[in-house]
């Protein structure tokens, strides 16, 4: 089974305009998409969409925290989430027009207490379950909560996966995660360095390595992507033809292909195929990439079709 955390879930508004924003006047959309976001959930759905059991957890609160667990059901997405007291689940603006403009907001304070009944349900975790650490946590949360995590579920045996950035990232190394996926971006933020080339990603990847990491997959947009494995050569693939329409969830997709492609028969090269379709699938649709997208994109680095 896979678990994905997501500590600040949120509604996606996304709006579409045809002209460039005008600060101080009214802007009228041509369309409007709601979608449910965060990291972990992004994971999940995709993962549902490739047929994999998953359960989207983390912490939900008030009317839009509501609507995100009734929508995750409705598309088949088993959820365990903390219900909080307080506050509302996040509504992120997302603004379309030519260029990509997002406005993400703060999300609910979590407690010690609600910390202390998430933490109860990792118990139920157990030997070869995968657990996804995806995204930021609120303003009052310590950095050092991914990691505590990592130690809760370090006798089970669990397939941990930190997709985050910083100390967030930096703090569960220790705990030798199965996987991280870093960007090229976060590379070079972790690293304070310039990323000039391959030969850059497979250093600072192996430097991750050095410090407990397992497996390190490295985004880098439409420069495709680099898996450096615990074992075995490195693996470095482009991104598969097609028009980029939408990057929000690229990454998450690519984590639920590599999940979904190394579950099946634990091979690095399949795994890596996978996650790079379903990278691309999300990046050329609307929303996150279908089953069929992904196989489509799947079929097309199957045969070669790279972007030049």
């Given at each position: 089974?896979?678990?994905?955390?997501?500590?600040?879930?949120?509604?996606?508004?996304?709006?579409?305009?045809?002209?460039?924003?005008?600060?101080?006047?009214?802007?009228?959309?041509?369309?409007?998409?709601?979608?449910?976001?965060?990291?972990?959930?992004?994971?999940?759905?995709?993962?549902?969409?490739?047929?994999?059991?998953?359960?989207?957890?983390?912490?939900?609160?008030?009317?839009?925290?509501?609507?995100?667990?009734?929508?995750?059901?409705?598309?088949?997405?088993?959820?365990?989430?903390?219900?909080?007291?307080?506050?509302?689940?996040?509504?992120?603006?997302?603004?379309?027009?030519?260029?990509?403009?997002?406005?993400?907001?703060?999300?609910?304070?979590?407690?010690?207490?609600?910390?202390?009944?998430?933490?109860?349900?990792?118990?139920?975790?157990?030997?070869?379950?995968?657990?996804?650490?995806?995204?930021?946590?609120?303003?009052?949360?310590?950095?050092?909560?991914?990691?505590?995590?990592?130690?809760?579920?370090?006798?089970?045996?669990?397939?941990?996966?930190?997709?985050?950035?910083?100390?967030?990232?930096?703090?569960?190394?220790?705990?030798?995660?199965?996987?991280?996926?870093?960007?090229?971006?976060?590379?070079?933020?972790?690293?304070?360095?310039?990323?000039?080339?391959?030969?850059?990603?497979?250093?600072?990847a192996r430097k991750?390595?050095?410090?407990?990491?397992?497996?390190?997959?490295?985004?880098?947009?439409?420069?495709?992507?680099?898996?450096?494995?615990?074992?075995?050569?490195?693996?470095?693939?482009?991104?598969?033809?097609?028009?980029?329409?939408?990057?929000?969830?690229?990454?998450?997709?690519?984590?639920?292909?590599?999940?979904?492609?190394?579950?099946?028969?634990?091979?690095?090269?399949?795994?890596?195929?996978?996650?790079?379709?379903?990278?691309?699938?999300?990046?050329?649709?609307?929303?996150?990439?279908?089953?069929?997208?992904?196989?489509?994109?799947?079929?097309?680095?199957?045969?070669?079709?790279?972007?030049?």
């Amino acid at each position: 089974m896979v678990y994905t955390v997501t500590f600040n879930p949120a509604l996606d508004y996304v709006v579409h305009l045809d002209d460039p924003i005008e600060n101080g006047k009214m802007n009228r959309s041509n369309k409007e998409e709601f979608y449910f976001g965060g990291k972990g959930i992004n994971v999940s759905t995709v993962l549902t969409n490739l047929g994999i059991d998953t359960v989207a957890m983390g912490f939900v609160a008030g009317f839009t925290g509501a609507a995100i667990v009734h929508g995750l059901s409705h598309k088949g997405i088993r959820t365990d989430f903390i219900i909080l007291r307080q506050g509302i689940s996040r509504i992120n603006v997302k603004i379309r027009n030519g260029v990509e403009t997002d406005i993400n907001a703060a999300g609910p304070r979590l407690s010690n207490d609600d910390v202390k009944a998430f933490m109860k349900k990792l118990d139920d975790l157990g030997e070869g379950d995968y657990l996804v650490l995806s995204g930021s946590v609120p303003p009052n949360m310590h950095d050092s909560i991914y990691e505590r995590i990592c130690r809760r579920v370090a006798d089970k045996n669990v397939n941990v996966v930190v997709d985050a950035d910083g100390d967030l990232l930096m703090n569960t190394l220790q705990m030798n995660p199965f996987l991280i996926k870093p960007n090229k971006s976060e590379l070079e933020s972790l690293f304070k360095a310039k990323i000039k080339n391959d030969k850059d990603v497979e250093k600072y990847a192996r430097k991750l390595q050095d410090q407990g990491a397992r497996n390190v997959l490295v985004s880098m947009g439409e420069e495709g992507s680099m898996l450096v494995p615990e074992e075995g050569k490195v693996i470095r693939l482009g991104v598969p033809e097609g028009k980029m329409i939408n990057t929000v969830g690229s990454g998450d997709s690519m984590v639920a292909g590599f999940l979904a492609g190394y579950m099946k028969n634990g091979d690095m090269q399949k795994a890596m195929n996978l996650a790079t379709a379903a990278g691309a699938a999300t990046a050329y649709s609307e929303g996150l990439g279908e089953k069929s997208t992904i196989m489509m994109q799947l079929e097309k680095i199957n045969n070669g079709l790279w972007m030049k």
